[in-house]
């Protein structure tokens, strides 16, 4: 238990947990992923992250970090034991520098709580994540997460300036600068985003921010089927629209949130898109328009949101889906599998197809939904959890859905994250730079001690 005393030398004996149950909840997430900590650990400051590390560096210890454990993929589930640091004590906002467009703050802030102190200046971090009440940036960095905005505004990736990390020998490091850009060196910084704390542990973050744009405007187009939809999102980008947000919702999603709550009004359909546009009054109020023209041979209706308040209620109907899958069938499950795929644009209506065809063939619920302005899609399968045959089914229909993302040259995770759960595709996604991943990994890990078990390195 030598382990146990250095660590809480560090960090006092109340931030140490051997407890079962405590340990027990940091065990798992959403994915079905598990693994049981040995410690779980409240670091409250980044010396005393360094100094954790450099006793896990010594005793060979695995070390994994986590936020709010609102992941999908089981990146943050310590699959071979070892130290759980819970980061959400880092959680202080430390600078709002609107001058330099910029934010300074430790991983644990939440999302929504950012853009709360942005608000008042007038100011957004752009990157827009269903799970926003609970979601960690740490988290967001880690799997390079999005959501519904980065159809213009781009993913987390393009707002992280400079990071302070924590490398596996407990060597504290910063990777960037405060400047808006930079052509010095390596991209330390982006190689870190997204590295799901495989080669470094976050401790603050300086992150770019964006103005709040005008005004903004919804158009909602309802469609016989996802097929439709799909092409129509082509017809919307090709034409040279560029919304802020792109999202759809099929039959099985829209008849899963009217049953979670009555108060949303969707209509009910093949699929819907809900299309944001943003920026001046004027030219907000033109793109809506353009945005009809090119969806009307297409739909069903058009609609556009009178009010903030009804732009508002569908963005609520947009969040509610995840959970709303539930009312579908109460004897059934979501499951996270097969869920987080990208594919190229012109590839949607096909794989939309294929995704409808999936369904009818193993006779399994599958609520498609997602950002499908960047081609991200979100397949919620439910299965009744007690049933082998439904659990097989799900597997299978995710393996097809992966498979054939990675066919049509796209991903098995757009934004989610990688982690333990999509882990064996990586081969199959990355044939000639997988090798090159683990060379990195092994350069700045060398004895495997950070995140291990996950990404497929």
């Known amino acids: 238990m030598m382990l146990a005393k250095e660590l809480e030398e560090i960090l006092g004996k109340e931030n140490v947990s051997t407890r079962r149950s405590e340990l027990y909840c940091y065990s798992f997430d959403a994915s079905g992923v598990e693994g049981l900590p040995d410690f779980v650990v409240r670091p409250a400051s980044t010396e005393q992250v360094a100094d954790v590390i450099r006793s896990a560096d010594m005793s060979n210890t695995p070390v994994v970090a986590r936020g709010a454990g609102s992941g999908l993929c089981g990146g943050a589930v310590p699959v071979n034991g070892g130290i759980l640091l819970d980061m959400s004590s880092m959680d202080r906002i430390l600078d709002i520098d609107i001058d330099n467009l910029q934010i300074t703050v430790e991983p644990g802030v939440v999302h929504e709580k950012l853009n709360k102190a942005l608000e008042p200046y007038g100011f957004f971090f752009p990157p827009d994540p269903g799970s926003t009440a609970m979601c960690t940036i740490g988290g967001l960095m880690a799997n390079n997460g999005s959501g519904m905005r980065c159809v213009k505004y781009g993913t987390t990736r393009n707002y992280v300036l400079d990071l302070e990390v924590v490398m596996a020998d407990g060597r504290i490091v910063n990777t960037g600068s405060k400047t808006l850009k930079t052509a010095s060196g390596y991209d330390l910084t982006n190689l870190i985003v997204g590295s799901e704390g495989t080669l470094g542990i976050i401790t603050k973050a300086v992150l770019k921010i964006h103005p709040l744009p005008h005004s903004r405007s919804v158009i909602l187009a309802s469609f016989d089927n996802t097929t439709l939809a ?215 890990d060398p004895k495997g001690i950070l995140n291990p078990g996950k990404m497929g390195l």
């Open 230 to 444: 799909g092409k129509a999102v082509v017809k919307v980008l090709s034409s040279g629209i560029i919304p802020s947000a792109c999202e759809i919702l099929d039959s099985t999603a829209i008849k899963a949130v009217r049953r979670f709550d009555p108060s949303v009004e969707l209509p009910d359909v093949g699929a819907i898109l809900m299309i944001e546009v943003d920026g001046m009054e004027n030219a907000v109020r033109e793109e809506a328009a353009l945005v009809g023209k090119a969806c009307e041979e297409l739909a069903s209706a058009i609609k556009v949101a009178e009010s903030g308040a009804e732009s508002d209620n569908l963005w609520k109907a947009r969040r509610l889906v995840g959970a709303a899958i539930s009312k579908i069938d109460v004897k059934r499950t979501r499951i996270y599998v097969g869920e987080d795929i990208g594919v190229p644009i012109k590839e949607l209506p096909g794989m939309l197809e294929y995704v409808r065809s999936l369904s009818e063939e193993f006779d399994i619920h599958i609520m498609t939904y997602g950002h499908i302005g960047d081609g991200n899609l979100h397949t919620g399968m439910a299965i009744d959890m007690l049933s082998e045959e439904e659990l097989e089914s799900a597997h299978a229909v995710a393996d097809r859905i992966y498979r054939r993302a990675i066919s049509v040259g796209g991903t098995v995770s757009a934004e989610h994250g990688v982690g333990k759960a999509r882990a064996m595709y990586m081969e199959l996604e990355h044939p000639t730079s997988l090798e090159v991943m683990r060379q990195i990994k092994r350069a700045l």
